[in-house]
Each structure stands twice: as structure tokens, then as C-alpha cells.
């Protein structure tokens, strides 16, 4: 009878683990989207729950390492996004996915308008450091913009009544989820921005989902906190939580508790401070003192004796002061001698016979000066005298005077010197020494 060959036969578990194999090589990473049913965590600190929709359902395992950091914990009921590797639980040979990532289902459109706002509003510098303003060290009144009804402001107001209940605490009541939150915050901060005297704004919020702190990643309360005059601190959410709010304030705070340690410093620690350095400068004071004390003593020694050198310098003054006495009196000695003798000098140089020789002189120059004047001016006068005969006997007046006349044309005027100038009838006059004639020519005649 000949061997039937039979085709390869797998055990279970080699089965299982080829099924394992080619699972994990044709599907590497996958992204499952689903409902979270059964869920429980035991001890391990693992999630173990069971992914389905309407038709199918997929069992599930979040190992503790991969959600140390996760931002929400996972709740029954809820729609969520997962990505995670396919593989098979050999000992019950069931297949499973083993997530590394967890969120929300809507998460990752939040995720993505987050990141977009927070990139443009970094751009416009809304994030600058130097934009940022300081706290002031002790505000004399602050306002707490919060739901009334969380536990946010109870904790609050007893935090800062065991550090610092002297604070004014202004509450101001706004949503702090839901569509209208980002409103009534943005509101918040313009009412505030002028209210007399508030030094810090606190915007606090308690912790929650992605979904739940939304409003404080809207851009308009991003752009009331960046208008606000006053310093704001942003307390949203837990530790890990990060908001549009948080980059955009003064100041963050890890949660609304530590806002409190933040703006308000502890009285009792202010007071040992005080008390500290209060010690410290009167211990320092009393140093001070000692070591100039030490130093006076130390430099009234180098000092000489202050008696002893007033004894020498008035001895010394006295000295100086008949030394002094000596040189005037001589002074004024020779002083004299100098008058006196200056004086016999000008009785010797005296200046009248200077004067009279001078007046002497003067009088025989006024003299000498008269008798040269009378002599110039009879030369003058002889002189005019000739001239004034010898210009008579050149005046043609005094011409006519011996029987001559002068004859001129009319109407021109030109004097007539021949005979020819003036032919018959025409008009001549002729002046003589006294007076003139006007005549008419009658007859022409030459004389050779």
C-alpha cells in the first residue's frame, strides 16, 4: 500500500503565530476609529475595552506607558480616534490592537485649529516676552474672572485669605465653557481693563478636555488679554493643560491654586523676610558702628596734639606781627624822607620864572606879530589899488567914456566891425557911454 501524502499540517500554535505574523506585516499601523465599550483598568495601570460601531467590535489594550501623558482619560461611551498595531494574544488566540495614541474622535480638527491660531498669533508677536507685563509685588486689589459656581474660586479666595487677607478680590462671574464662554471672557477683560485701582487680573479655570477649555483658545479672547492694561495671569485647566490664553498673558499658572502663590506673596513669609532683614541691618548697623568707632580711635591716635601746635602757631603769630610792625615803621620812615626831599626838589624847579620868561616871549611874539599884520595888509592894499586901476583902464565902459561907441546888428546882436555888415536899412543900434541908439543904416560907405 503506498504512503498517502498528506498536505502540511500546523499545530495550533503555529497556526497562530503565522496568523500573528502576516497580521503584523499587512497591517503595521493602523488608525480605527469606534466607541469605547468595557472599559476597565486594574492595577497594572493598563486600559483594557473593547473598540466597536454598529457592525463589529475589536478588542483593545492602552498599555500604562503609552497614556502616562495622555490629556483626558478615556470614558465609557465615548467616541474616540486610536492609532495602534494589529496582533494576536496567542493563548486565546484573539486578536487585538495595541494602541500608542488616544483622542477624542474631533480631537484632531481641534488639534489642527490650535496649532494654526497659535502659529498666526506668534507671527503678530502676541507672544513676545517683551510685550510681557511684570506682576506687581504685593497688588492691593485683584479681579478673579471665573464661573461662580466652581470650586475654582472657593480655593481660590481660602489660599489667598491663609496668605494675604488684607487682598481686595474683585469676582467677576463669566462661562467658562460652551459656545458663549469666549464672549463673556473677552467681555471680562475690556470691563476690567477700566476699573480704578485693580492692579492683576486672574483668568482661571478648573481642568477638563480639549473641548471643555476651547473658549480660552478662541482669538478673540487672545486679543482682549493682549489689549488689557493690566497684567494678566492665565490659571486654565491642570499642569499639562496648554491653552491660547497661556502664551498670550503676562504670566501662567499651572492651575488657579498656584495663580494664588504667584500674585500674592505670603504674609507670614513676608513677615519673617521682614523680620530677617530687619535683624540682619541692625546687626549690620551695629557692626558699622563698631568698626568707625575702632577707626576714630585708631586715627585720634596719628593726630598730633592739637594744644601744642595752637601754642606754636600763636607764638609764631607774634613774631610774624612785630616783623610786620618793624618793616612799616620803616616803611613809613622812608616814605617821609622821599617827601621831603621831593619837595625841596620842586621849591628849586619851581615853575614861575618859567612862566614869566614864557610871558615875556609871548608878549614880544604878540608884538613882533602886530607889526608884520600892518605891514601885510598895506602891501595888499597897494596892491588892490593897482589892480583896480589898471581893470578901470581896461573896461570897455571907460572906452566910451572917451567919445567911443559900439554898434551892433539887430535883431541879432553881433557886434559891427565893417562897414559891409549893415548895408542899407537895416537896423542897427549903437551904444554909447550913456545910453544906447537904435538906428537905420541910410548909406554904406568904406574907408581905405
Known sequence: MQDQEYPYIYTVSALTREIRRRLETGFPLVWVSGEISNLRQPSSGHYYFTLKDEGAQLRTVFFKG????????????????????????????????????????????????????????????????????????????????????????????????????????????VKVQGAAAAGEIAAALEDLAHYPGLEVIVLARGGGSLEDLWPFNEEMVARAIHRCPVPVVSAVGHEVDYTIADFVADVRAPTPSAAVELVVSDRAELQRRLARL????????????AAARQHLRLTSRLLPDLRRHLTDLRL????????????????????????????????????RRSLDLARQRLEQGEQALGQRWQRRLKE???HLDYVQSHLQQLNPLAILERGYAVATKLPEGTIIREAGQAPPGAAVRVRVAKGRLDCEVKEVSSME
Open 66 to 173: 503609552n497614556h502616562l501623558h495622555l490629556r483626558f482619560k478615556p470614558q465609557e461611551g465615548g467616541q474616540v480616534l486610536c492609532r495602534g498595531r494589529l496582533t494576536v494574544y496567542e493563548p486565546r488566540g484573539e486578536y487585538q490592537l495595541v494602541l500608542d495614541y488616544l483622542e477624542p474622535l474631533g480631537w484632531g480638527a481641534l488639534a489642527q485649529a490650535f496649532e494654526a491660531l497659535k502659529a498666526r498669533l506668534q507671527a503678530e508677536g502676541l507672544f513676545a516676552p517683551e510685550k510681557k507685563k511684570p506682576l506687581p509685588f504685593l497688588p492691593r486689589r485683584l479681579a478673579l474672572v471665573t464661573s461662580p459656581t466652581g470650586a475654582v474660586v472657593r480655593d481660590f479666595l481660602r489660599l489667598l485669605g491663609q496668605r494675604f487677607p488684607q487682598v481686595e478680590v474683585l469676582i467677576y462671574p
Open 316 to 351: 609764631r603769630l607774634d613774631d610774624q606781627a612785630e616783623t610786620l610792625a618793624r618793616r612799616l615803621r620803616r616803611r613809613v620812615e622812608d616814605c617821609r624822607q622821599q617827601v621831603r626831599l621831593g619837595s625841596s626838589r620842586i621849591f628849586l624847579l619851581s615853575p
Open 380 to 382: 595888499q592894499r597897494r
Open 278 to 289: 530687619g535683624a540682619a541691618l541692625g546687626l549690620g548697623w551695629q557692626r558699622r558702628v
